[in-house]
């Protein structure tokens, strides 16, 4: 059983920045690809990004492309969102997830869930 614990969110004004963290215990983290996903009031969970196990290839929804890095610890069993940029719209409680799986994209292919963590942007 792997158990994620996000820290990191917060109130940032449009074009701040923030670095989410997700803190993997209780399993082989290099055994799992990693993602980020956010869900605003009123709408559904949507993915924002994912890293594979060793952290050769990222992948990110197409609005955050440019501004959000997505990168991994091993040695910390540690998995980061530097988001960039923000805007209201990037407005979200942000969820980390883990999968054995070799598809990212959709959250029904993720075994575990952290709690999330909110992320707001406004002036």
């Known amino acids: 059983q792997v158990q994620l614990v996000e820290s990191g969110g917060g109130l940032v004004q449009p074009g701040g920045s923030l670095r989410l963290s997700c803190a993997a215990s209780g399993g082989t983290f290099s055994s799992y690809a990693m993602g980020w996903f956010r869900q605003a009031p009123g709408k559904e969970r949507e993915f924002v990004s994912a890293?594979?196990?060793?952290?050769?290839?990222?992948y990110y929804t197409d609005s955050v492309k440019g501004r959000f890095t997505i990168s991994r610890d091993s040695a910390k069993n540690t998995v980061y969102l530097q988001m960039n940029s923000l805007k209201p719209e990037d407005t979200a409680v942000y969820f980390c997830?883990?999968?054995?799986?070799?598809?990212?994209?959709?959250?029904?292919?993720?075994?575990?869930w952290g709690q999330g963590t909110q992320v707001t942007v406004s002036s």
């Open positions: 997830a883990a999968t054995s799986r070799r598809s990212y994209y959709h959250e029904s292919l993720y075994d575990y």
């Open positions: 890293i594979n196990w060793g952290g050769s290839n990222t």
